[in-house]
Nanobody
Framework: QVQLVESGGGLVQPGGSLRLSCAASGIGFRDFVMGWYRQAPGKQRELVAAMTVDGITNYANSVQGRFTVSRDNAKNTAYLQMNSLKPEDSAVYYC???????????WGQGTQVTVSS
């Protein structure tokens, strides 16, 4: 059974940092492209950051220079380090794993990030 378990969300003041984790089980993690998405109330889900199986990264313009995506294939875990957080970063954050050779994909359950003073 495939499971993606996210953690690390919470309440943080503007300018603060959080580190999200996405631990996967039941899949060959290293064969999956990983992505972090977010969805704020009333808005569409958007891609925040992604990393290919070869370590190539891509970031949304709004988080470039503040967020860092990484992965540890030995631990089957993806990370999103978020620095200099802004109130507009508040959203539910989701990790997604996309199989590199096909359309198979999995989503995490989401973790709430709230940036507020």
């Amino acid at each position: 059974q495939v499971q993606l378990v996210e953690s690390g969300g919470g309440l943080v003041q503007p300018g603060g940092s959080l580190r999200l984790s996405c631990a996967a089980s039941g899949i060959g993690f290293r064969d999956f492209v990983m992505g972090w998405y977010r969805q704020a109330p009333g808005k569409q889900r958007e891609l925040v950051a992604a990393m290919t199986v070869d370590g190539i990264t891509n970031y949304a313009n709004s988080v470039q220079g503040r967020f860092t995506v990484s992965r540890d294939n030995a631990k089957n875990t993806a990370y999103l380090q978020m620095n200099s957080l802004k109130p507009e970063d508040s959203a539910v954050y989701y990790c997604k794993l996309q199989y590199r050779w096909g359309s198979l994909s999995y989503w995490g359950q989401g973790t709430q990030v709230t940036v507020s003073s």
